[in-house]
């Protein structure tokens, strides 16, 4: 480990290679490998002979141009399972994300209130009421919207999104 706060930079490149080698969730594979299309080498592998280094150093141009062709073709193939293993991990997490939210069922006749959104003129600070209200539901809409009166009676124009409603309880 360090022994004093001031060399932390002599760490920081074997930090960004273990980032860099880390096998990630969402895609399968190590960020070094989508980008550059094979594993890192490690520097004791070269110095001590792996496998894949004998078998690179051995090789003719020819065969090492051939070879390259080769992987370039893989590519798409890479990249379509890359891709696939992306949406199923999104997939995943969307279900998990829909276990936890709770629908909101609104009636007509009912009382809400209304969110209080930093864009419009009727917010004053971070530190005011985030909820206006209460106000009656006129019409619930197909796909998620409310029309709503005020108390007075007085309807407002523009229906507003499920999100930005809240049940009022007396």
Wanted: glycine fraction near 4%; charged fraction near 25%.
């Amino acid at each position: 480990m360090i022994e004093n706060d001031r060399s932390w930079y002599e760490m920081l490149p074997y930090a960004l290679l273990r980032y860099h080698i880390i096998v990630r969730t969402s895609t399968g594979e190590t960020p070094y490998l989508l980008v550059y299309g094979n594993e890192v080498v490690i520097l004791s592998k070269v110095k001590i002979s792996s496998l894949r280094i004998i078998q690179e150093a051995g090789l003719s141009n020819e065969e090492w141009v051939h070879d390259r062709y080769e992987q370039l073709m893989l590519i798409d193939e890479k990249r379509m399972v890359f891709v696939c293993h992306g949406q199923l991990y999104q997939h995943r997490m969307v279900r998990t994300f829909n276990k936890k939210v709770q629908t909101q069922i609104f009636e007509v006749r009912q009382l809400v209130l209304k969110l209080i959104f930093p864009h419009q003129k009727e917010y004053k600070c971070k530190f005011a009421l985030n909820w206006q209200g209460p106000y009656i539901v006129c019409k619930v809409l197909f796909g998620g919207a409310l029309i709503l009166f005020e108390m007075d009676g007085q309807e407002w124009t523009k229906p507003i999104n499920f999100d930005a409603a809240k049940r009022y309880y007396v």
